[in-house]
């Protein structure tokens, strides 16, 4: 069984509420419909629900059971005038500020449901910036208690591949730090062990990746990864995690025990932390398009309450894949 259907099963134990904000594209609707039929989650959409049975309607897609709520209608809005202007009155929000942001802004708006426990959990993303999305998850929801860092991941599911977890990996961060501090790879290593542990189900192995192993190149770049394993080993000593590793010496075993010989992770690696953004932007993208690997993302770790972040160019398969996942992390409270 594919990693994704494992994920929808146990998404159908527990069925949990998610919210979609992006009810004017259309990959949201097909994705809604889908996931309806499959019965992996709850939908709630904001918006209009004309426009949105209208939009259904022309894309021949059946979303009987969604939940539609329209901001400028429903009796929520003013608990959430009142929540959201008690949030950020440090900030200078006023209830007329907060008014016009929850009626205009769908996102902001999805994110008060979580927050009021009106949704377990939120997915956006595809047409809008990660900014955007984590913007308003981390000004309400905040970070998770013991979190010091708000990161991202994908979940890697690539066919006919013996490495890893029967192909199954863990990426981060690939879609939100752009040149993360050896304290802040750390940091994203403990998360990201901590998200594969719970998606997954299995043991994390984690490579903090360089483009040196063991000093085999010597490098500002790989003094940062250096230092990133030795304040992670210091961190959470109960983690399997070495570094730094090439990325074949990382996965394959053969590779692993040539070049850094006694390593616990070389060769075994199921968690791959990249040292910048750009080289795990570009990783997971040749992995995904040329691998034809299901990628998964990105999803952010270390928020208070389950909100996940798509990729422009995801399709409406991914939407659903993303769904599922974020139904388990709710189940699980990650």
Known sequence: ??????????????????????????????????????????IVMIGKEEKIFDG???????????????????????????????LRKNKGMTEEKAREILLNDYLT???????????DGMVAGACHATADVLRPSL?????APGTDLVSAFFIMDVPNCEYGSHGTFVFADCGL?????????ACIADSSAKSFRSLVGEKPVIAMLSHSTKGSAKHALVDKVVEATEIAKERYPQLTLDGELQLDASIVPSIGASKAKG?????????LVFPNLDAGNIGYKLVQRLAKADAYGPMLQGIASPVNDLSRGCS??????????????????V
């Not at 134990?13 to 992996?40: C, F, M, N």
């Not at 259904?56 to 979303?63: H, I, N, P, Q, S």
């Not at 390593?263 to 968690?271: I, L, M, Q, R, Y």
Request: hydrophobic share 45%; glycine share 4%.
């Open 109 to 119: 708006f999805g994110v008060m449901m979580v927050k009021c426990k009106d949704a």
């Open 139 to 143: 000004q309400i929801l905040k970070t």
């Open 263 to 271: 390593s616990p992770v070389a060769g075994h690696a199921n968690v």
């Open 1 to 42: 069984m594919a990693f994704i259907d494992v994920i929808k099963e146990k998404a159908k134990k527990d069925k949990k509420t998610i919210v979609l904000p992006e009810t004017r594209d259309k990959r949201t609707l097909i994705a809604a419909a889908q996931v309806l039929e499959e019965g992996t989650a709850n």
């Open 177 to 185: 730090n752009q040149d993360p501090t050896a304290s802040e790879l």
């Open 316 to 333: 409406a398969e991914d939407i659903v894949g993303v769904i599922a996942l974020t139904a388990v992390q709710a189940q699980l409270n």
């Open 56 to 86: 259904a309607g022309w894309l021949e897609v059946d979303l009987t059971g969604v939940k539609v709520i329209d901001p400028d209608e429903t009796d929520k809005l003013e608990h959430y005038v009142k929540t959201l202007t008690e």
